[in-house]
Every structure is written in C-alpha cells, then in structure tokens.
C-alpha cells in the first residue's frame, strides 16, 4: 500500500505589503496580496521529494477563506495528488488551538495518514504551534524544525536544526514533520500541471463535513483573544554625527562614559 | 491522549495558583533560556505574591535543582530518569502535563526555543490551554491574575498585547535573549522535589541517532559586540573587524546576508533568524538596517553606526552615526582607540588599585 502524506499549507498575506486597518488594529486583507506560506512551500517539496523515491499519495489541506483557491491550484500544479480547503465562516478569526483541532478533525476524517508535513511556521502569525498542536490531537510523535526529511521502511528520519546543533532523529509512522523555510529548493508548476489542476479541480470542506460544532471552532472556539496592538516604541537614540576628523573625541566619549572598557572582564 | 476535543474554559480561576517555568536543559545542564525564564517567571510570580515552581526533566537533576533554587526558585518539581537526559516530545510533553494537570498553575511559562516551542504547543492542546508564542514582554494585572502577554506581529512593527481570560494555565513562551537573567540570591531558599518515574515504552519510539554539535558563539552573553554588513563588499571586511573587536574585547557579529554568502559562519549572525543580542556596545559597520536584523539588536545599550549611506535605516537606532567607508573609518578608529588605551593605561591601572 502507498504511503499516504497529508500537507498541511496557509494561504498568508504578501509579508512585503501588509497594510494594517488603523480602525480595528487588523491585517486589512482585501488590500493584500495573498501567495502560499514559504515554509508550506517546502513542506511540499519534502513530500513530493518522498513521493519520487516510493510513490507515495499527496494529499494538501488548508484551512482559509475562499480566496485560497489559488494556493489549492498552486499545489496541485507542483504536484500533490489531492487538495482539500476546509472553509466556513465559522472558522474565521481562530487561533492556534481550533485551528490545530480543525486540521486534526478533517485529517481523521481523510483517514489514512502516514506522515503529516508542514512549514515551520506561517510568516503571518509566526507560532510554529499549529503543527505540534495537530500532532497532539492525534496523539502521534513529531520531528519538529527539520532541514532534512528522509522515509524509509516505516521510519521517518529527521534532521533537526537546534539552536547548538543538529538532532538526527528517527520515528516510526505515522509522525508529524515541520520543515525549515528554505531548507529545499520548491518544484515549480508547470503549464501543463495548471492546467491539469485546473481541471481536475479541489474539494471544498465545510464544517458539516469536517464534523465540528460551530462553538468548538473559529473565534468562539480560541482561548486567545488580542486585547490591543500598539506600535512598539523604539528608544529614542541621539544618532550623534562624528566623521573621520574628529574620531579621537569619539573614542574619548566611549571610554568616558564606560561604553568602551580599559579591560573587558 | 488529547482525542479531538475543544477548548472547555476552565470552571473556576481561583483554583489555579503559583507560576510554572519550564527550564531547557543539555546533558543535563540548564540552559541560558532556563535562566532568563526563572528571572521572568519570579518578576510576575512577586507582584501576585505567588511562588515560582521550576519543572525541571532529566537524568541526574541534583546539581539544576540546585542551581535553579539559587537564582530563586521556590519549588523545582522534578522528573528523573536516564530516558529524560535528552529532549524528546513525547515523554517531556506527557509528564509535563501531567505536573500542570496535578498542580494547576495560573501561569506557565517555556522558552521559545526550537525544543520549547515543540512542548508548549502540545501542552497548550493536552491542557486546553490558551499560549501567546514568542513574546518579548510579560506582565501580569495583578488585581485580576491575568497575564499580558506581548508578541511583536507584522514585521515587528508592532506589539500585540494577548490575553487568555477564562482558560488556565495562561501559557507564554518566551523569546530568547530578551529577558535578563537574575542575580544569584545570598541565601537561597526552595523545596526540591524530585520524581524518580518510568517512562512508558510506547513514549519513547524516537529513537536519536545522533547530535552534531554547533561551535557556537554565544553572542547573547557578549557586552561589546561589532558586526558587519553588505556594505563590506568582501570576506576580507570581517578579518578588519576582527582586528578591531579584539583590541575593545568584544565579538563578532554579522547579518544574514553576508552568512548566506560565506563571508563568516552562521553562529555569528544577529536578527530573526540568528541570535537577538543585547550587548553594552554594537558597532555596526557597513550594515544597511534591515528590519530582520534591527530587531535582533535594537535592545543593546549603546549602538555605533559606521555606512556610506546618509539615507542607511540603520542610523535611525545609532547613538553615534559616521557617514564614510568603512574601510576608511573602522582603520581611523582603531589607531584612535589604541592611541587612547596608551595614553590611559596608566591611570587605568590606579584607578583599579584605588578602588
């Protein structure tokens, strides 16, 4: 039996045009470009790159609004199988705990999974806790922050990035993997895959069919709620000019004011 | 097993007592995160008059208990066993929820490291918890016991105060190298208790076939550090700099780009996806500021600018701005700093022995 991937990618604002609503203090989507996380992007790669080696099935899920069609195409385009965008509007305004629950319910629903992948983290919210929170809900093991992701006979062998090194892991299936930003080179789409995408088309999951109560998902159901965002205030610095004829009063004044020592201890 | 279950707030607040910290270990030794979470976690734990609870998992946790006690711990809750030495999910994630079921913390503070974020997610879950990742201030209102747990979002150009109100535990993580870590105390007092357990065999499946450690430079511990950018335009910039850090103590930083370039190893960059630093001194040399890199040095005390560019965003956060080339300036200043040493070794040296 084929091995069976479930990619889990987000549709995420273009992060070099993000315009914030001064009203509501929200990200105004509607003026936004919206392109598929980069992570998710890699995510991907790692599972078609397992999928040239033994053939695996691909299965892409997303949770968003409808407008995430395109990130739907964008996968089947590079590759996947199969691409499923769980959508309501009672999911809207979730925070890490439904969303992991939503992805979770629909991966049950799909059934069988042997690895499940995604991007470190989405480069608009930046938590990296929807993954493990999936795997937590499954209650099955995780590779976290991988750079390198390898399948063989039933194992899933891992190469973690840490911050003093790199953890060379091995787990069996099925696992969660989360996959570092860059740490591939994505396939492109080709004319001929879009194509073939757009025909064959991608299912759309509402919350009927992912089989949540409306009060478990979205904004009713987060523990989280943002109370305020204010503009971080940055230190107030003198930005005092000096040039190359009078660096030596530079240098004084460092030492004077005990920025610079005579001995670092 | 979590199971597919939703976020149940929690019946009754008032039951929930004491902050919790999860303190990150190697082979058995605290980390720096671990400390700078003992700091953050007594600062809220005193404004409640609640005590700060350290849990702490390992193989051998007598000398980290102690440790954790001298820079203020008041309880350490422990788990031992030779399965704990190493960091994995599924054990660490299943005592650790097992120490916040039987407990019932208001609060519950993990570094947002690689390893703590990869626990606090599925502590969040198995908890139903509410957890504000990555933050970079913390506060508790303290007639309420709420915490505010702030988060920079979009780009870092703003601060996101977040708020779990009817869940407990209240979960944060926290960024590394922004909280500072505590004075040891004089006389240090704390209960340790310390669990020897078992682990059960169906949690320990990940099997670690080997660690490849980083020779890495702790930047987050250097006081005087001096970093280059693009603006170098070569390898050969570093070799300069390096000659300059040595003569004021300091060490070597840099920005992603010139690390994407081979310029100099990955452990010296500085910024988002490098080390955040908060040294006495940073000298920034031929660095254009990139919001990427800002917001891993914004925090030092004093910032030195050194870029051709009178336009350069990095002078916006520069105490003191030269506008020439570097390869001209960076010279200049460490003849001026030798000259200045020279003249003031002398009376260095009294001033040392005076005091």
Not at chain 1, 84 to 99: E, H, M, N
Not at chain 2, 87 to 109: D, G, Q, W
Not at chain 2, 254 to 278: E, K, S
Request: aromatic share 6%; proline share 5%; hydrophobic share 40%.
């Amino acid at each position: 039996m084929a091995v069976e991937i479930i990619v889990m990618v987000k549709q995420v604002p273009d992060s070099q045009e993000v315009v914030i609503d001064p009203v509501t203090m929200n990200l105004n989507r509607s003026m936004t470009r919206n392109v598929t996380n980069r992570a998710d992007e890699n995510a991907l790669e790692a599972a078609l790159s397992i999928k040239d080696k033994i053939g695996a099935n691909v299965t892409v899920i997303s949770m968003g609004p409808p407008q995430a069609e395109t990130t739907m195409i964008e996968c089947l385009a590079r590759g996947a199988d199969r691409a499923i965008l769980v959508s309501d509007r009672f999911f809207g305004g979730a925070d890490t705990y439904p969303t992991g629950l939503t992805l979770a319910a629909t991966i049950s629903k799909i059934g069988k999974y042997d690895i499940i992948i995604a991007g470190e983290e989405s480069s608009d919210s930046s938590t990296g806790h929807v993954g493990p929170g999936v795997a937590e809900f499954l209650d099955i093991d995780q590779i976290t922050y991988a750079s390198n992701v390898d399948y063989e006979d039933g194992y899933v062998i891992g190469e973690r990035e840490l911050e003093d090194g790199t953890e060379v892991v091995k787990v069996p299936t099925p696992v969660l993997v989360t996959v570092l930003l860059n740490s591939n080179d994505p396939r492109r789409q080709t004319l001929r895959r879009k194509i073939d995408a757009i025909r064959k088309g991608f299912e759309v999951w509402n919350i009927e069919k992912v089989g949540l109560p409306p009060e478990w998902v979205g904004v009713r159901g987060s523990p989280t709620i943002v109370r305020r965002m204010r503009s971080i205030k940055e230190k107030e610095r003198a930005g005092k000019k000096y040039d190359l004829t009078n660096l030596g009063e530079l240098v004084k004044e460092l030492y004077e004011k005990k920025v610079l020592k005579m001995e670092e201890e | 097993m979590a199971g597919i279950i939703n976020a149940t707030p929690v019946a009754d607040p008032q039951q929930y007592k004491n902050v919790f910290v999860f303190l990150e270990t190697r082979e058995d030794k605290l980390l720096r995160p671990a400390l700078e979470m003992i700091g953050v976690g007594k600062t809220i734990a005193n404004k409640v008059n609640e005590k700060l609870y350290c849990i702490i998992l390992g193989s051998d946790l007598k000398d980290m208990a102690d440790e954790a006690v001298s820079y203020g711990c008041d309880v350490v809750l422990g788990a031992e066993s030779p399965d704990l030495k190493t960091f994995r999910t599924m054990p660490y994630s299943h005592i650790v929820s097992n120490f916040v079921k039987s407990e019932k913390p208001n609060i519950f503070l993990i570094p947002a490291t690689r390893n703590g974020r990869d626990l606090a997610s599925r502590i969040a879950v198995s908890c139903q918890a509410g957890v504000t990742a990555d933050c970079t201030e913390i506060d508790i209102e303290t007639d309420t016991r709420i915490l505010l747990a702030n988060r920079p979002t979009y780009g870092e150009s703003m601060l996101a105060e977040i708020l779990c109100k009817r869940h407990r535990p209240q979960m944060a993580t926290a960024r590394p190298g922004i909280f500072p870590i505590p004075e040891k105390l004089k006389s240090p007092k704390g209960e340790i208790r310390i669990n020897k357990v078992k682990i059960d065999k169906s949690l320990l499946k990940k099997e670690i076939l080997e660690f490849r450690k980083k020779e890495a430079i702790d930047l987050t511990a250097a006081k005087v550090i001096v970093a280059g950018g693009m603006g170098l335009g070569k390898p050969e910039g570093f070799k300069m700099l390096g000659d300059l850090s040595n003569e004021i103590g300091g060490v070597i930083g840099a920005t992603r780009p010139t690390a994407d370039m081979g310029w100099i190893t990955r452990d010296h960059q500085v910024g988002q996806t490098g080390q955040t630093v908060r040294p006495r001194f940073y000298l920034a040399a031929g660095i254009s500021g990139k919001i990427q890199h800002i917001m891993g040095m914004k925090n030092s005390e004093t910032i030195l600018s050194i870029n051709n560019d009178p336009q350069a965003e990095i002078f916006k956060y520069s105490d003191y701005v030269i506008v020439d080339d570097v390869y001209k300036v960076v010279p200049a200043l460490l003849e001026e700093i030798r000259k200045y040493k020279k003249e003031h070794v002398g009376i260095a040296v009294e001033n040392r022995e005076s005091s």
